[in-house]
Each structure stands twice: as C-alpha cells, then as structure tokens.
C-alpha cells in the first residue's frame, strides 16, 4: 500500500482495471448474465441508499449561506463542463469514435467526487468546511441533474438515445433508494459508523458494474474495434478536459475574489467528477448500448485527477506559509 501511494496509484482503480481484466478473461454469459443483472440492479439500489444515509440535509442547508462558493462550484460541474462537453463533439470521429464522445460527453454531465474533493482540499489548506457541503450539494443534485442533462444533451448531440423509461429506471433505481436513505439515517447510524462496512459496499457495488458492463462488451467483441492509439487519444483528450476546467475554475476564482481558501473549494470540487456515481447512472441509463466503450473515459479522467489533484494539493501546501502553533522553533520559544 506505501508503494502504491508513491506511485500514487489509486488502490481503488487498481481494483477496477483487476475487474476489467477478469471480466476479458472470464465474461458473464446467457443465465449468468441474467443473474448478473439483477444483481447490479440491486447493489446499485443499496449504494444509493447508502449515499442517502450519508448526506446530511441540515449541514447542507446551513452551508447554503455561502451560496456565491457553492454556486461557483455547480456552474462549473453542471454549466460549463457540459459545455466543454458538447464542443468535444469537433473531435468524431479524428479523435474520437462516437461510442467514446458519448462517454466523454457522458463524464462532463455527472456531478463533483466527495471523498476525494474533501480530502484535496484539507491537504492543500483550503476551507473543508465548505468542500463538505460543494462535493454533497454537487452529488444530491447530480441525481437529478446528470439524468436530465443526459436526456438534453445526448438525443440530440451523441447519437445516444435515451428514452423516457430510462429517468422511471433512474427513479426506480436511484432515487427512490436514495430518499429511503435519507428517511431512514436515524436508523442507520449502526452502519455508517462502521466505515470498512460501508467502504465495502461502496466498491463492490462499483466492482460489479463495471464487471457487468465489460462482460457485455467482450461478449459482443466491441473491444477488438478498440486500438491503442485512440485509448491514447481518448486520455489526452480528458486530460486536456481537466487542464481547462482546472485553469478556469483557479483563475475565475480569484476573478470572483474568492479567499485562498475558498478558491481552493472552487478549484478542487469544480474540476472533478465522481467514477463511483457514474457508473452505476450509466449501467441505467445506457441500457442496450455499450456501456464499457461509454464509461471508459470517465474511468480514464479518474485516474488522470487523482495524480494531477494530487500533485496540485501538495503544491498548495507547500505555498501556504506554516502558521506560528505549526513551526517548531516558535512553539518551543526559540
């Protein structure tokens, strides 16, 4: 795990690229697959409701009074990502392929990570506070957000479909979980205090969609149309996404005279997208497409944030002058 941390490998990506790889190697096929479905069907219900367990509405709500940060934060995840998004359309197919625009344009649409966003921030000194209530706000209204936009932007940019019955399966699937969740956090506390218990769900839930939708795809030989140069392409193209909206969300920031420590809130919970709600949204809402092709570049733009986020978190750090209780020669009178 140290090593992996040097690195800076993700150990959850690490756990996803072992699903795909068995997924290649040993896909779901006829009854299994059926059985299969189910089950993702349901793991996605109980992570949802877990994600409802966790928010708490009165933290968010009080947060709320701080609305030019939080707005700031939502423009940039729901306005101009997806803006970015619909102009990455110029890249099909040179670029990109239609299957992978969807997927990139797909990863513009869904809403900020919590974890991850929260923890940049608290490394880069920035306010934590209100990255808590960004990321959360940015997640609560991404379950209603992402499956509208999804709707705006694909039927008539992407070539995707995406009928009606599919925001009843978002309702069904996501929503209806996620406020039982919420009905139900004064009953859950027992499990949300166990973090490895909730962690676990967390992950295997994502494990096996992405086991299920890249079983799909082997099963249907979608992978042998996919070359080494355009997975390059397709990386360069969310690294360069990220590089955009990480220059406009740090200098707009200060254009919009935000504090260091709120103009780190900004930078790091408006340049992220959370693979861990994504996926399961695409599993539902791609129902009969190729859901590998269209979910590879937000797995691909993870990674890419976590190492650049990462670095960029330290670089804060090491800018932000140590304040007299934190250096040692002062604290002991020398």
């Avoid at 089950?39 to 701080?66: N, Q, S």
């Avoid at 359309?89 to 649409?109: A, E, H, K, M, N």
Wanted: glycine share 8%.
């Amino acid at each position: 795990m140290q090593l992996l941390a040097k690195l800076r490998i993700d150990s959850f990506m690490l756990g996803i690229l072992a699903t795909v790889a068995l997924a290649a190697v040993l896909p779901a096929r006829g009854g299994a697959a059926e059985v299969l479905d189910w089950a993702t069907k349901i793991a996605i219900a109980v992570l949802f409701l877990l994600y409802g367990a966790r928010l708490e509405p009165r933290e968010a709500l009080a947060g709320l009074r701080h609305w030019r940060l939080h707005a700031t934060v939502l423009g940039a995840t729901f306005v101009l990502f997806p803006l970015l998004g619909l102009a990455s359309r110029v890249l099909v197919p040179s670029v990109l392929t239609p299957d992978l625009y969807t997927g990139v344009l797909f990863l513009c649409l869904v809403p900020s990570t919590v974890q991850s966003s929260i923890a940049f921030t608290s490394m880069a000194r920035g306010n934590v506070a209100g990255a808590v209530v960004s990321a959360s706000l940015s997640n609560l209204i991404g379950v209603f957000a992402t499956p509208l936009l999804v709707m705006a932007c694909m039927n008539t940019t992407a070539g995707v479909h995406v009928s009606p019955s599919a925001i009843l399966a978002i309702v069904v699937q996501l929503l209806l979980p996620f406020c039982a969740g919420q009905l139900l956090r004064p009953h859950l506390g027992w499990l949300l205090a166990h973090p490895a218990a909730t962690k676990t769900v967390d992950r295997g839930s994502v494990y096996l969609v992405v086991y299920a939708a890249f079983s799909a795809g082997v099963v249907q030989g979608i992978w042998h149309n996919l070359s080494a140069r355009t997975l390059i392409s397709t990386a360069l193209v969310c690294a360069v996404l990220l590089a955009i909206v990480l220059s406009a969300t740090t200098f707009g920031s200060r254009l919009l005279g935000f504090s260091r420590e709120d103009g780190i809130v900004v930078t790091f919970c408006g340049s992220k997208k959370s693979l861990a709600t994504g996926l399961p949204m695409a599993s539902v809402l791609f129902a009969g497409h190729p859901v590998g092709l269209i979910v590879l570049p937000l797995m691909l733009f993870h990674q890419i944030q976590l190492f650049t986020c990462a670095a960029l978190a330290q670089r804060y750090a090491h800018q932000q002058p140590l304040t007299q209780s934190e250096r040692p020669e002062m604290a002991s009178g020398r």
